[in-house]
Nanobody, 123 residues
Framework: QVPLVESGGGSVQAGGSLRLSCAASGYTASPVCMGWFRQGPGKEREGVVSIQTSYNLRYYADSVKGRFSINQDKAKKTVYLQMNSLLPEDTGMYFC????????????????WGQGTQVTVSS
């Protein structure tokens, strides 16, 4: 069973919004940390946002603060990434990931990955 299943993504014009979902379907309970990474064209993968699922502690990269938000539905073991005021530089493949320990902005700790979903923002 695929541990993390993503949905959402697509193409949007700058200033638009998209929502990504990630279901931890391969887990019996929500992982300690769930987060989203992205990899833009010619760029390294970077951590964007994460949530500590027990206490709802959220972490945001500076580049997305005020525009992106992460929330969860613990009963569904699902996290949602709401992306508003999208910019062309937000374009990339977005990956859901999970980590077994916190703090949840320790990006190197994430070791379980979804298949990725493409987000394209046109100017």
């Amino acid at each position: 069973q695929v541990p993390l299943v993503e949905s959402g993504g697509g193409s949007v014009q700058a200033g638009g919004s998209l929502r990504l979902s990630c279901a931890a379907s391969g887990y019996t309970a929500s992982p300690v940390c769930m987060g989203w990474f992205r990899q833009g064209p010619g760029k390294e993968r970077e951590g964007v946002v994460s949530i500590q699922t027990s206490y709802n502690l959220r972490y945001y990269a500076d580049s997305v603060k005020g525009r992106f938000s992460i929330n969860q539905d613990k009963a569904k073991k699902t996290v949602y990434l709401q992306m508003n005021s999208l910019l062309p530089e937000d374009t990339g493949m977005y990956f859901c990931a999970a980590a077994a320990s916190w703090p949840c902005d320790r990006w190197s700790a994430y070791d379980t990955w979804g298949q990725g979903t493409q987000v394209t923002v046109s100017s």
